[in-house]
């Protein structure tokens, strides 16, 4: 189980993440969702442990991750928001030095690595600079490596950014298969519709706090409205959108 108390963190006098707190039990995926800027992505890199709480703690089976963070990252798996990866070597290199790191016996780690590129349609390009990969293509690398150790843990920040609809719905199946085999999955994403279909439980973050804490359809019963996008409208969204849209109807259409 992973557990956040109170969880805060600032950034000079702002504060991006304030008192968060929530627990995820292994096969549940959580839905984190907010709009841009709501301490998303910031929380996931405080749970990745790349950045450390202004106040509150993260615990992992009971103990703080700070703790012996070394153990806890051999057991996560972390596809981060940014495909912030070595454009001079190849996927295959990229995946082979991440499988050293991780310390994967060596045949073991060829084979999955030869099975992830061409489970993704990557196998003619695997021996390519990453350089030379589109967006989706490096998203698809960034997935196979955080699943290389097969991880009890699995932070997705924006997963399917990138990916083309067919992957897109590998990923989505990839999740529920994952939470069947008692995995953890923290899922951060835009895409309501996907959201909606594979996560267990949502939490809805605006402005750096929890808004709403439960299934999708327990929020649908309490709010009386149909969808996830539909309840995300209601708790984060204080704008017209339709008149926001026709306003920019009217600015393209003008002739000066």
Known sequence: MIELRGVTKKFSVFTVVDGVSFTVRPGEVLGYLGPNGAGKTTTIR???????????????EGRPI????????????????????YPHLSAYDYLTMVGRLRRLPARP????????????????????????YSKGMRQKVLIAAALL???DVLLLDEPLSGLDVTTALVVRDLIRKLAAENK???YSSHVLEVTEQVCSRIIILHQGRV????????LRDLMHLP??????SQLVVHEDTALAADRIVETMKRNG
């Open 109 to 132: 780690l060829k084979d999955k690595i030869v099975g992830f590129m061409d489970v993704f349609g990557l196998h003619h390009d695997m021996d390519s600079a990453l350089a030379t």
């Open 66 to 85: 700070r703790g012996d963070l070394y153990a806890f990252k051999k057991r996560l798996g972390y596809v981060p928001e940014q495909s912030e990866i």
């Open 46 to 60: 405080m749970l990745a442990g790349l950045l450390e709480p202004s106040k509150g703690e993260i615990l992992f």
């Open 149 to 151: 150790h097969d991880p």
């Open 211 to 218: 808004v709403a804490n439960d299934s999708v359809a327990n």
């Open 184 to 186: 953890i999955i923290i």
């Open 227 to 232: 969808s996830l996008a539909e309840i995300f």
